[in-house]
């Protein structure tokens, strides 16, 4: 099954070309924007495609399961022995009780809401908690079935229509914070309700951060199914909402204009496309650029220091080794105060480096992604791709790395 639900079919057994072909075309990715993203020449897609050409080694079926962000890499090579998940990580202990939280009907049940603000507090002292920890999702795991609960309640008790909104706004979040916890793992239809939800209570709220949140992170998530139509509808949409209040707009509103901004970049270099996706980098930065130096958005982590970061990440997206490792090299992790985004960051370091063909550099990177947030490199496709490529390589002592780091993020059993 594909992550966008339709099963490749297997009525008769399938080579590797043609499970290539059918997820390229399904991805509605060109063979020269895959060639070109691979480093070959669209003659060797073809050929592979056609079955001329041998399927390739690992090293390169990893790097085409990233780029067509297939779930498993049985879905691309027809092995059921090689069914790995690489964009789906463990299922968390606490995933159950927070999906029943999402699903309860939200009834009163004789229980007095607690105040929106009070509410509210709750949800700042939660990111604040997730940008702290090291196993964040231990930790808002805990918190997201009370506030879950209680968000809902505050809607339902509203005294007016104006308090029911700013309730509205409240919930929008607290689903954006369960979307962060429900990411990466095994229950896309899950992940699907939260973001459907989240989106509806912030159109409900008519509050322009609240709206603007809810579809940075539904703009993600159909990216990461790689239905980038679908991503550029919502954040271009969003950002011509906000546009008319963006010369009177406040830090918040001006920070998530500048991250719907960069999330249009990233999409644009998912499709291969250079310029549009630095044209929108330099856009998002005049707007971190008006914001203090010290401003850092709770939710998106944008802020003056995560450009250089969201450079490094546009530059790995298109593939480009050279600008990629200048980037890392640019790019200063230590500025960035969420521990889970200075661990998707040095993620990114990772893929620069070995894109440059710096495998060891790529390695010692990953140590420090988990040194500073294990959770976040367990859950990442791109370091458990980067892991597994690297056990398969000549030095016997990358091959020894990599296997330890394998095992200590879950992907090789001890």
Same mark, same amino acid.
């Given at each position: 099954?594909?992550?966008?639900?339709?099963?490749?079919?297997?009525?008769?057994?399938?080579?590797?070309?043609?499970?290539?072909?059918?997820?390229?075309?399904?991805?509605?990715?060109?063979? &020269? /924007?895959?060639?070109?993203?691979?480093?070959?020449?669209?003659?060797?897609?073809?050929?592979?495609?056609?079955?001329?050409?041998? #399927?390739?080694?690992? @090293?390169?079926?990893?790097?085409?399961?990233?780029?067509?962000?297939?779930?498993?890499?049985?879905?691309?090579?027809?092995?059921?022995?090689?069914?790995?998940?690489?964009?789906?990580?463990?299922?968390?202990?606490?995933?159950?009780?927070?999906?029943?939280?999402?699903?309860?009907?939200?009834?009163?049940?004789?229980?007095?809401?607690?105040?929106?603000?009070?509410?509210?507090?709750?949800?700042?002292? $939660?990111? &604040?908690?997730?940008?702290?920890?090291?196993?964040?999702?231990?930790?808002?795991?805990?918190?997201?079935?009370?506030?879950?609960?209680?968000?809902?309640?505050? /809607?339902?008790?509203?005294?007016?229509?104006?308090?029911?909104?700013?309730?509205?706004? /409240?919930?929008?979040?607290?689903?954006?914070?369960?979307?962060?916890?429900?990411?990466?793992?095994?229950?896309?239809?899950?992940?699907?309700?939260?973001?459907?939800?989240?989106?509806?209570?912030?159109?409900?709220?008519?509050?322009?951060?609240?709206?603007?949140?809810? $579809?940075?992170?539904?703009?993600?998530?159909?990216?990461?199914?790689?239905?980038?139509?679908?991503? +550029?509808?919502?954040?271009?949409?969003?950002?011509?909402?906000?546009?008319?209040?963006?010369?009177?707009?406040?830090?918040?509103?001006?920070?998530?204009?500048?991250?719907?901004?960069?999330?249009?970049?990233? #999409?644009?270099?998912?499709?291969?496309?250079?310029?549009?996706?630095?044209?929108?980098?330099?856009?998002?930065?005049?707007?971190?650029?008006?914001?203090?130096?010290?401003?850092?958005?709770?939710? &998106?982590?944008?802020?003056? @220091?995560?450009?250089?970061?969201?450079?490094?990440?546009?530059?790995?997206?298109?593939?480009?080794? %050279?600008?990629?490792?200048?980037?890392?090299?640019?790019?200063?992790? #230590? #500025?960035?105060?969420?521990?889970?985004?200075?661990?998707?960051?040095?993620?990114?370091?990772?893929?620069?480096?070995?894109? +440059? %063909?710096?495998?060891?550099?790529?390695?010692?990177?990953?140590?420090?992604?988990?040194?500073? $947030?294990?959770?976040?490199?367990?859950?990442?496709?791109?370091?458990?791709?980067?892991?597994?490529?690297?056990?398969?390589?000549?030095?016997?002592?990358?091959?020894?790395?990599?296997?330890?780091?394998?095992?200590?993020?879950?992907?090789?059993?001890?």
């Amino acid at each position: 099954m594909s992550r966008d639900g339709s099963p490749i079919p297997d009525t008769e057994p399938l080579a590797f070309g043609q499970r290539m072909q059918i997820l390229r075309e399904r991805r509605g990715i060109p063979r &020269t /924007v895959l060639a070109g993203l691979l480093g070959m020449s669209p003659s060797w897609v073809k050929q592979v495609e056609n079955g001329r050409l041998q #399927t390739p080694r690992l @090293p390169m079926i990893l790097r085409i399961a990233e780029i067509l962000r297939v779930r498993s890499l049985a879905e691309l090579t027809g092995d059921r022995r090689a069914d790995v998940d690489l964009f789906i990580g463990p299922g968390h202990a606490r995933l159950p009780a927070v999906a029943a939280a999402v699903g309860r009907f939200p009834l009163d049940l004789g229980r007095e809401a607690s105040p929106r603000e009070h509410v509210a507090a709750r949800l700042a002292q $939660a990111w &604040t908690a997730r940008h702290q920890a090291a196993n964040h999702r231990d930790v808002i795991g805990v918190l997201l079935p009370d506030l879950i609960r209680d968000a809902q309640l505050a /809607v339902r008790q509203a005294d007016t229509a104006a308090d029911r909104r700013a309730a509205q706004a /409240v919930l929008s979040e607290v689903y954006c914070l369960a979307q962060f916890f429900v990411a990466y793992q095994p229950d896309p239809a899950l992940l699907w309700r939260i973001v459907e939800r989240a989106m509806v209570a912030a159109q409900e709220s008519e509050d322009p951060h609240a709206i603007g949140v809810a $579809a940075w992170l539904t703009a993600q998530a159909h990216r990461d199914s790689a239905q980038f139509d679908a991503a +550029d509808a919502v954040t271009m949409g969003t950002l011509e909402y906000l546009e008319s209040g963006l010369p009177d707009a406040g830090h918040e509103v001006l920070a998530i204009a500048g991250a719907l901004e960069f999330e249009a970049g990233y #999409t644009a270099a998912r499709r291969g496309d250079t310029g549009s996706a630095w044209g929108w980098w330099d856009k998002a930065r005049a707007k971190a650029l008006r914001l203090p130096e010290t401003y850092y958005h709770p939710v &998106t982590s944008f802020s003056r @220091p995560i450009m250089d970061a969201h450079a490094l990440t546009i530059a790995v997206e298109l593939h480009a080794g %050279g600008e990629s490792a200048r980037q890392a090299a640019a790019a200063d992790a #230590t #500025t960035i105060p969420s521990r889970p985004r200075r661990s998707r960051h040095r993620i990114e370091e990772a893929r620069g480096y070995q894109l +440059d %063909g710096q495998p060891e550099a790529a390695l010692a990177t990953l140590d420090k992604a988990f040194e500073a $947030a294990p959770e976040t490199i367990r859950y990442n496709g791109y370091a458990r791709r980067i892991v597994l490529e690297e056990t398969e390589a000549r030095s016997p002592e990358r091959r020894r790395r990599a296997a330890e780091l394998a095992v200590r993020i879950g992907v090789l059993a001890a």
